[in-house]
């Protein structure tokens, strides 16, 4: 699995980590092949303007993109809820808003590196 992310995150490197722990909860690690792409927008892309998260994709790729006008934890939140539409596109099961949403909180709860926060 391959793991891209691009924009301007306000701690990279814990971004980092914490989409690592989504893919590992998820049980995303074990595919061989793979990419998931986060990008980091200040606009959404046309069309989507009022949207804080978009995931599209497929078996062998999810593109996620994260609205930067939310706040930085509102901005987890919606990855951790991202994530969860990549793993459905991933493992080609409907793409569910119930599911997504149903999680979010948890996901983010057990998968965020609160040992890394100072």
């Known amino acids: ?3 891209e992310i691009t924009g301007q995150p306000k701690n990279k490197k814990l971004v980092e980590i914490y989409a ?4 590992r909860k998820l049980n995303l690690h074990r595919r061989k092949t793979g990419t998931i792409s986060i990008n980091f927008r200040k606009k959404m892309p046309k069309g989507f303007g009022d949207s804080l998260g978009l995931c599209e994709g497929d078996r062998k790729e999810s593109l996620i993109d994260i609205a930067q006008k939310q706040t930085f934890y509102e901005q987890m939140i919606t990855l951790a809820h991202e994530m969860v539409h ?8 409907y793409p569910s808003e119930i599911e997504a ?7 983010f709860g ?5 040992e890394r926060v100072k």
């Open 20 to 23: 690592e722990n989504l893919i």
């Open 86 to 93: 990549a793993k459905q596109f991933m493992k080609g099961e």
């Open 1 to 3: 699995m391959i793991l």
């Open 110 to 114: 057990r998968c965020y590196p609160w």
């Open 101 to 107: 949403k149903s999680l979010e909180y948890d996901l």
